[in-house]
């Protein structure tokens, strides 16, 4: 018998690469190249190509799992589900429905997404949700937001890269964490054009570069101030696009006068030759782009960090042009529908606000309550774990794994243990899973259909492929069968494209609005980018117009949207159509070293380990090329301390102190000590990290906090 693949997409990263699943008669799972998807072109990394590891029963749960006695042990579905139920009424009876927190991922696909949503505020009647995406790029979406009205990561596709003329490319190394995504980089260079790489490590993708900067951590902010600075200082403003698009620009221009170069030279160590080239291979071009990810991104100023770039790109009239613009490189696999469809604490479906009367009217009515039953904003991300075991009693978790990836994991880890009750839905054992009162088992990416929105902005359909194991259920059905013990019998279909079909109308209208998009439209075109609203026929709301739409076999439906690949090219999603400056200063990280704490420390990945680990450290050949933490040091620094390669150091910050092999390599700056995340335990990078929050975002700051070194002896 003939067995045929089924073309999907990775379950990792936002690149969301097109592969072919194939499953083999020993019950394995082939992995094979698909060709047809644009953005990887059969290529993929070797997470994506070891994915099919975790689907198999050796390393994954197939069974619920209660506390009994302090262990967790085996239960039945039925036994399990009732103790959530009653652990979350318990909770929401003795101390209220605020006291039932719910964290949500940006792994998990929309249509999860939306229901985990939609369950928090219909059946828990809960404020306090939020997800793991507010560790990621929530700094991006805000300083977004306030320039262009939207968040979208990146306005353009990835296939524009190559046509454009020189991309600044702000604290990514694509180079491990998106690897097919290089090829457009490379292809850039071979049209001409130039690559500036900011990152305070050599890293593979800034050995790419015609130019690297390696700024101290956390002065990002001072470095594109000074760019500006000297954009305007060398008569490069583009006086007509400023004077056309944008508005604000005289109160950004005066701040970013104060940034003198040699001032910033001094804040950065970047030199003022390096930011007069910069200046010119960014300014020569007619087209040009500047891409920013998490280094510049997860800091305690991270939204005027990324507003400071922006404001570069508007001064130079590099934005809502072709081949041109800002764009944010989101993260995880859904890290861009992740952040539209209401898991975040003060949103709604379609990127709507939770403030917002209309937004509450418009989606109270999709799912058939009262718009005043709705709880208002919520804490974010890190708030609502540092509240577990005092505010919030009760927590429901699923796609997330913060006892290794949260900051002052230590101190968080002991506020999940403080829980009344816990409950986490996980398709391995995490070290969170391992804290929990019941852990459900559930079906994977190839096991299960969904949408997901990859960075590009381009929704996705991932098919099912393969049967799931006996003893597992997905998110969709958790959430169906809770909502039904806690009196909610409908609202919460199990099947992927149902709750597709409310999403829609739920979005529609709204800044991300899928009304237009249809799983068969998914399937027929390789993705849609959003917005795609519905045509709306004169005398008929968008929602009906959409559920009646997609007749054509073949294509774009006649007359359809044919979705949104490039944004802002007439005019910005503000109410004026303008792009808005926003003046920014300098500002020092909430944590600078000092005699106690001389060194920093900045953290981030590696290219074979994946997020917390759960999955890939469940996988051997990712094992084998990554198999635990490492302390980055520069030889002066290692000399200082008497370190030689492998030794064991710790590091010690004012939440911790972590050990791990050093790592010695001339390629990061010898101030600077650098971390992956990916490890639980002694070696937890997170131990360490600040959580001092961005103003704006919420977002954390784990990319500069002050540490010192010692020799254990
Ligand atoms: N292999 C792998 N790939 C992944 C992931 C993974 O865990 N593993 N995770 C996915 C997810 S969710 C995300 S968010 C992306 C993240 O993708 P990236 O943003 O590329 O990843 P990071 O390693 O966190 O950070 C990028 C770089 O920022 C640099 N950096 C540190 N501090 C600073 C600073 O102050 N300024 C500047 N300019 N740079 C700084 C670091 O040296 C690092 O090289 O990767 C996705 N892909
Ligand atoms: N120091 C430091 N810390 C960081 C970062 C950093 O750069 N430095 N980066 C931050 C960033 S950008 C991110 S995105 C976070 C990520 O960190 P986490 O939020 O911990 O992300 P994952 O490790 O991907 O956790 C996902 C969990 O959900 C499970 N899972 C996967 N798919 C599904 C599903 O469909 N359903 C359910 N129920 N479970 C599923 C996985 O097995 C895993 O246990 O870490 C943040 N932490
Ligand atoms: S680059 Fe990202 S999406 Fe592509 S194979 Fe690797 S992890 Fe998967
Ligand atoms: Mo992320």
């Known amino acids: 018998m003939q067995i045929s693949a089924t073309p999907t997409h990775c379950p990792y990263c936002a690149l969301q690469c097109g592969m072919n699943l194939t499953p083999a008669p020993d019950g394995t799972v082939e992995v094979s190249e698909r060709a047809d998807f644009p953005v990887n072109r059969g290529a993929l990394c070797g997470k994506g190509r070891t994915a099919p590891a975790v689907l198999s029963s050796r390393v994954r749960l197939t069974s619920p799992l209660v506390r009994s006695e302090g262990v967790l042990v085996p239960a039945t579905w039925d036994e399990a589900l009732e103790r959530i139920a009653g652990g979350l009424r318990r909770t ?38 939020d997800y793991n995406g507010r560790f990621c790029m929530s700094s991006a979406a805000a300083a977004g937001t306030k320039a262009f009205g939207l968040d979208r990561g990146l306005p353009f596709p990835l296939e524009d890269i190559p046509k454009t003329g020189c991309v600044i490319l702000v604290g990514s190394n694509l180079a491990d964490t998106m690897p097919p995504s290089l090829r457009f980089f490379n292809e850039l260079k071979e049209n001409g054009g130039t690559l500036i790489v900011v990152d305070p490590r050599r890293t593979k993708t800034a050995e790419q570069a015609d130019l690297h900067l390696a700024p101290r951590p956390g002065t990002d902010l001072a470095l594109a101030l000074g760019l500006l600075h000297l954009v305007v200082a060398e008569g490069r403003v583009d006086e007509a696009y400023v004077q056309e698009r944008t508005t604000g620009w005289e109160d950004a221009r005066a701040a970013a006068m104060a940034h003198w170069p040699e001032y910033v030279e001094r804040i ?101 309550v009262d718009p005043d039953s709705l709880p208002g904003p919520g804490r974010s991300a890190y708030e609502l774990l540092d509240a577990l075991g005092t505010d919030i009693r009760s927590l429901l978790l699923m796609g997330s794994n ?128 959003w917005p795609c609203p519905a045509d709306v026929q004169d005398g008929e709301d968008a929602s009906s117009a959409a559920s009646g739409e997609d007749t054509a076999a073949q294509g774009v439906p006649a007359g359809a949207h044919p979705g949104t690949p490039r944004l802002f090219l007439d005019r910005f999603a503000t109410p004026d159509g303008r792009a808005r400056f926003v003046p920014v200063s300098h500002r020092a990280s909430a944590e600078e070293p000092d005699d106690e704490y001389p060194v920093l420390l900045t953290t981030g990945r590696v290219v074979a380990q994946y997020q ?13 090329a990554a198999p635990g933490p490492f302390v980055e040091l520069h030889p002066r620094l290692a000399a200082r301390l008497g370190a030689a390669e492998g030794d064991p150091v710790a590091v010690v910050s004012r939440r911790g102190r972590a050990v791990a092999p050093a790592r010695i390599t001339t390629s990061i700056r010898p101030d600077t000590v650098f971390m992956p995340f990916h490890w639980p335990g002694e070696g937890r990078a997170n131990t360490l990290t600040n959580p001092a929050l961005d103003p704006t975002s919420r977002m954390p700051e784990f990319k500069a906090c002050a540490v010192r070194l010692e020799m254990l002896t």
């Open 92 to 129: 929401r009876t003795e101390h209220g429905p605020d006291a039932v927190g719910v964290f949500g991922g940006g792994g998990l696909t929309n249509e999860k997404a939306y229901t985990l949503g939609k369950f928090a505020r219909v059946v828990l009647g809960t404020s306090q949700i």
């Open 268 to 368: 950065t160590g970047v030199s003022v030759p390096q930011l007069r080239e910069t200046v010119r291979l960014f300014c020569e071009p007619e087209n040009a782009m500047v891409l920013t990810a998490r280094g510049p991104e997860q800091q305690s100023k991270g939204t005027d960090t990324v507003g400071a770039w922006i404001n570069l790109c508007l001064a130079t009239g590099r934005a809502g042009r072709p081949l041109s613009g800002y764009g944010c490189l989101t993260g995880q696999g859904n890290g861009q529908g992740g952040r539209e469809h209401g898991q975040k604490a003060d949103q709604l479906p379609g990127y709507r606000k939770l403030d917002d009367p209309a937004a509450r009217r418009h989606v109270a009515e999709v799912w058939g």
């Open 402 to 529: 913060p006892v290794v990836s949260a900051p002052r994991a230590a101190h968080i880890e002991e506020r999940i243990k403080s829980l009344d009750f816990l409950a986490v839905c996980d398709v391995v054992l995490s070290e969170t899973a391992a804290l929990a009162d019941v852990v459900l088992p559930v079906t994977q990416w190839a096991e299960e259909t969904g949408t997901t929105t990859s960075l590009e902005g381009r929704v996705l359909l991932r098919r099912r492929a393969i049967t799931a194991p006996d003893g597992v259920r997905s998110d969709l059905e958790v959430m169906h069968e809770l909502a039904d013990r806690l009196g909610v019998e409908k609202g919460f279909p199990t099947d992927a494209e149902e709750v597709f079909e409310e999403l829609r109308r739920a979005s529609a209208g709204g800044p991300a609005d899928y009304s237009g998009i249809t799983y068969r439209r998914l399937a027929d075109e390789n993705g849609v980018f």
């Open 612 to 624: 917390s680990g759960a999955q890939t450290r469940r996988v051997d050949e990712l094992n084998a």
